[in-house]
């Protein structure tokens, strides 16, 4: 599969429940039009972040649960952090949720983590809801690094192996799977990968930044919006980003391929339910993310955090997972993660 597998992921974010009395006034009272198939009404929702707080998971769910409570859509949408395993420690915890009004934060790092955890719980057991955002990826240093560009560190990599270490998502998402396809660009075998790269994942966006900015570690990967103001503030030197064009929030950063590397691959983020909800119960779940999409305050929370928006519901968003996880799965396989 040649490169720009943006044609891959993004085509190509991250918790668990707040349980307790949950289910009694989330899911309001079957009525006899609900009997008969009518769309149930869900008064408050259950947002799972299946991440330590600070990544893009995060600051999705928290984005959501401020616009729909803001809005009135819902009366309350608290959110419950659950890391682990990229994200498939809240996964499995959604796969025990009774309460149909709970959506879990996921993405392109949960496809990649699902397979390299050997999860039990798959995203094929859960109920797709949405696709929302999809976000650029950005290599960065510390601002004291002796790296001025993406190729020296690439090629220090390729010499060095083990000695330069790289920080980022959990091992399978989009952050060490774009490590990989840079070193499979630059001549590595993908069989010989993993034992060249020296990768440290983390269940947080918070976690990589305290390793980058104390010069822990060599380099990072992670979203945009995740290191921005550390890159704006001096304490990181983004290489390169990882979208088709440059990105407004850092104009004079290139992209990887304009630094050399034919590698295209951006981060999308999306909500998904409990497995074996109704139609009815399904139908107004698409109905409240939906409202969330149109209003205002979301279009506002999605330029401040640049994330592109990237909105898919119903068949449409089924589609696009299936091939997203047939994607993400032969690629693993190629560069050697799985």
């Known amino acids: 599969m040649k490169k720009s597998r943006s044609a891959l992921v993004a085509i190509a974010a991250v918790a668990a429940l707040a349980l307790a009395g949950c289910s009694s006034q989330n899911a309001a009272p079957q009525s006899d039009s609900d009997a008969k198939g009518d769309a149930s009404s869900f008064t408050d929702v259950s947002l799972i972040v299946p991440a330590d707080p600070g990544g893009g998971w995060d600051q999705t769910g928290r984005a959501m649960s401020k616009v729909l409570t803001d809005g009135d859509i819902v009366g309350s949408a608290p959110v419950t952090n659950v890391g682990g395993?990229?994200?498939?420690?809240?996964?499995?915890?959604?796969?025990?949720?009774?309460?149909?009004?709970?959506?879990?934060?996921?993405?392109?790092?949960?496809?990649?983590?699902i397979e390299t955890n050997a999860s039990n719980v798959r995203l094929e057991d859960t109920t797709p809801i949405a696709r929302l955002t999809d976000e650029p990826l950005v290599v960065v240093v510390p601002e004291a690094s002796k790296y001025k560009t993406l190729e020296d560190l690439v090629e220090d990599i390729v010499d060095k192996g083990q000695e330069v270490t790289v920080t980022g998502g959990s091992a399978g998402g989009a952050d060490h799977i774009l490590a990989g396809l840079l070193l499979e660009e630059a001549g590595v075998d993908g069989a010989e990968i993993p034992s060249k790269l020296n990768y440290t994942p983390n269940s947080g966006g918070g976690e990589a930044v305290s390793l980058l900015v104390g010069n822990k570690v060599t380099a990072g990967i992670s979203g945009v919006g995740?290191?921005?103001?550390?890159?704006?503030?001096g304490s990181m030197r983004a290489l390169a980003v990882s979208s088709a064009e440059p990105v407004d929030a850092l104009p004079e950063v290139p992209t990887i391929t304009d630094a050399g590397y034919d590698v295209v691959l951006t981060n999308w983020r999306g909500v998904v339910a409990p497995g074996g909800i109704s139609d009815a119960e399904r139908d107004e779940l698409e109905r409240i993310v939906t409202e969330m999409h149109e209003d205002k305050a979301w279009t506002s929370e999605l330029e401040t955090k640049g994330w592109a928006d990237a909105f898919l519901v119903g068949s449409e968003f089924d589609a696009f997972l299936d091939e997203s996880i047939d994607d993400v799965t032969g690629t693993l396989k190629n560069i050697g993660l799985i």
């Open 226 to 233: 995740e290191f921005l103001q550390y890159i704006e503030d």
């Open 85 to 113: 395993a990229g994200g498939t420690v809240g996964l499995a915890q959604l796969g025990n949720q009774k309460d149909p009004a709970t959506l879990m934060v996921m993405g392109l790092v949960m496809v990649g983590a």
